[in-house]
């Protein structure tokens, strides 16, 4: 078979499902492990493919950086099961901080009745709090429109001097070599500063964010505990994840 013809197979059989194993491939098209390892170096080389570690493969995903009111319709069940686990974690008279992810965002009905404080520079999140009547206070600062949130030197400034029980932050992204990405360096400065002021620190990420990595670094994989909808293929047993049923 024509190379060529093989590899647009390859891309066939991943665009209906999230990660095949390369064994399943080798097996389907009937291929030696020498000329998949070929075709699939070829694939990511045109960013076509993610090879994941553990012997995994899906489509590359392009980190474009999608508004709070996309992100809320993507993967919304996932998101439900991790938010309402992290709420659980909550216990009255803590003081929370919610960065403006769409899985933070989520988190919010399951606080209500809770006597805690909650801080945030997320805007659709402080509007969420104040209608259930939940003790809040907003991280002001330069608006960023597409996550509807406040970020920036003075967003940076208030949260310097602010301390929590326990945080809970989202990310754009995570893999074994780059970590916990996200799209802007003005949010990596927030929530870095959000982990370090916190003593119990805890990342939300659905299992679909796998593979993907954006522009800046927020932490490593097994730095923080990562609340998880589902753990995937090749991150069995890797790094401090608390999975989400």
Known sequence: MIPAIRQEKILDMLSGNEIIATDDIMKDLDISVSTLRRDLMK???????????????????????MNISAKLELNKEAKEKIARKAASFIDNGDVIFLDPSSTTYLMIPYLAGKSITVITNSISHINQLVALDLPCIMVGGSIKKTTNSCIGPIAELTLKTLYFNKCFLGASGFSIPSGITNHDINEQVIKQLALHNSSQPYILLDHTKYGIITMVKVANLDEYPIL?????MGLEGYGNFILCE
Not at 228 to 232: E, F, Q, V, W, Y
Request: glycine letters at 10%; zero cysteines.
């Open 43 to 65: 694939l990511e080389s045109e960013n076509k493919v993610t090879l994941l570690h553990g012997g995994g493969v899906r489509l590359a995903q392009k980190p474009i950086e």
């Open 228 to 232: 998880i909808d589902k753990i995937p």
